[in-house]
């Protein structure tokens, strides 16, 4: 049966009148009934959970997230307020009770002792902090904490710093903004908190929907999950993730570990975090593995949160997830002892003496004490953890297993002077004795270890950037090691390198473009800019505020109308990422870095001076707040800031060597020879020192001297353009043209693109 074209015309016309009329009905049901088209999920508290998810909430509550944070109250409070009296360091505090609140009487602003009242508890094992408030909305850790092992008070700073840190004036005492909640703790202890801090009037209004980790802390705010719960079984979409805007299930190992590394990873914070868990650089930079942090083979020394060590780990490249060992909900170990390893490794081939050559718990052996008080006795040793995944303590009593899940490595130890599992526990004993143990159970063949390459690029030593650059270009090593060699590998100025980061702009892993935008170097400006100018559109935000943040001393006809557009769009993002921590020493620092490539040098001033308000004791303020000084003439300010760089931070170099600059130039060579002799040793590996103590020597005559001087600098950094212009320059004017021809032969060969290089080349060639 057909239709002829005539009625077909009117059955398209018909249809699209009903199709018509279809959607202005939809728009008027849905404008009548105040149902919006898209509907945007908002936060509806963890309580509105508990009525469905009763399991899941049994497992959550009494867990370390549900104690993150809370009123201080009966039920929270742990520790004994019964008027204990606390003693140490020769200075007592009291811990009592009032009218059903808290108080404690202890030194304060200024050292001066006086009652203060506790607001909030913070945690609740292995130890619980209190809270005191203060003017401006701040909140401040107490330094006294309750050890809820031994059921006692503990001088939790007094373990963690040195006694001349804890002076009312230093940065670290407890009332300054080292020990602030507000920027320091907060963001990791509630449900949807907004800092709102505000810059101009440093004060703070911060709030939370939910005082601790709560569901809609891992699952994204819920107030369209109720909704979709609330409708008819049968009326319930089957493709929206059932209302919630985080999939917490069928995501990537990679996805999973990022959803919990905004907390438990150690990181710079770009602003508040809006619980919808994208991509975790849209949020944060990690901290990546590098001393002083870490140790140089990546094992933890400071605090780092679980993620820069787990991301390290075989067992991260495998696929494994912190879900797998860890119940998502109670946070517990899903199973205890090395049941939880046996899941995936062979209980046969590891958990036996043959593995581990340690007695097990039940059989009968001598124990002792070592240097930590830890007894050490039968079964310790036996256990996966107690080899793998060494502990160090922080906060004083928290002890904290390293999740870089490694073999001990104690011939690391005995070249690198890291530590390892075996003396760890037998602290009384030599890396050598571990070694010696190591080899006869398992042999002398060892893998190699990045943290030799790391160990050797630390120290400056020459040749190191092809392993380095081979590191880089290897899928066998973990991104987070690969991102760690690139920031390695910006030391060693040369077209290898350049080229080898220049490639990682275009990885596949924010992490790595992150690291290769902030390490890629280019000596002609265009070069950089062509490099870098697609990275201010990429769609993770720590990659393209560094790109901004690089590209910010570009002049404005570089740009064209579109990419210009663009740029200002990722600089803002980068100055609100910064005016996000200006509550910290750092942030402000940065906010004063980014105001003086801008030539905004009275806002630059401005916020070093705050920095150092912050904290008297941060030096790179005080570095770039005497270079302000000294490019304005005022040096009498910038030789009293150098000064006092010197003689409170003896251990920097950077003193040394910008004081010596500043005589160099005021032509007293003898005292900044003095001086520059100085940072040679105290900045060993850093070849500007050795290039500007050649020069002086050059200009105070001493020939010998010079010549020596850059060559060492030289052998340090083989393919740096100014020692070997330098070096070249020295020759020519001591009429040595067989070694001048060395040095421009390599500038040739190493800066080929570099017209300035040609010239001189062919000039100096001509004229042989």
Known sequence: MTMNHQNRKIAGLAASFVIVLAILLSLILKRNSGIVPEKIAVFAGGKSCIECHQKEYGLWKGSDHSNAMAIASDSSVVGDFNNAIFSANGKTARFYKREGKYFVETEGVGGIRKEMMISYTFGVRPLQQYLVPF????????????????????????????????????????????????????????????????????????????????????????????????????????????GLIVKTSKISSHQYVESCAICHARRGSLGDYDHSHGEFLN??????????????????????????????????????????????????????????????????????????????????????????????GPGDGSLCRDCHMPGRYYMGVDKRFDHSLRIPRPDLSVKLGTPNACTNCHDDKTNDWALLAVNKWYGDRKKPHWGTIFADANAGKAGVDSGLIRMIGSNLYPEIIRSTAIGYLSAYQNPGAQNAVRRALNDPSPLLRHAAVENYSDADSSGLFSALIPLISDPIKSVRIEAANRLATCKRQFFDEIQYKAFQIALGEYRKSLEYVADFPTGRYNLGNYYFKLKDFAQAELNFREAIAADNLFYPAKTNLAMIYYNEGKLDRATELFRDLVKNHPEVSDGYYYLALLYGEQKKYPEAIALLETAMVKGAGNPRILYNLGLLYQMSGQNEKCQATLEKGLGQDPGNFDLLYALFAFHVNHHNKSKAAIYIEQLKSKFPNDRQVMEMYNNFMSGR
């Open 283 to 376: 949020y944060a930079n990690p901290q990546l593995p590098v001393t002083p942090i870490y140790y140089v083979d990546g094992q933890i020394k400071d605090e780092d949160y679980e993620y820069g060590s787990f991301t390290q780990s075989k067992m991260y490249t495998k696929d494994v997830r912190c879900g797998d060992c860890h119940d998502p909900h109670s946070l517990k170990r899903r199973f205890e002892g090395n049941a939880l390893c046996t899941r995936c490794h062979i209980a046969g081939n590891y958990d036996t003496y043959k593995h581990h050559f340690h007695k097990y718990k039940e059989e009968a052996g001598t124990s002792f004490v070592n240097k930590r008080g830890e007894r050490v």
């Open 135 to 242: 003017e401006n909305g701040k909140f401040q850790c107490l330094p006294i904490a309750w050890n809820a092992l031994t059921k006692k008070w503990f001088n939790m700073a007094g373990m963690i710093y040195k006694p001349e840190d804890l002076a009312p004036d230093n940065w670290l005492y407890w009332t300054n903004q080292a020990q602030n909640w507000n920027s320091m703790c907060a963001e990791c202890h509630s449900t949807n908190l907004k800092k709102n801090y505000d810059l101009n009037n440093k004060t703070y209004n911060t709030t939370w929907s939910d005082i601790s980790i709560n569901c809609e802390a891992c699952h994204g705010p819920g107030s369209l999950h109720n909704e979709w719960a609330k409708l008819p079984e049968n009326q319930r979409p089957q493709d929206n993730n059932s």
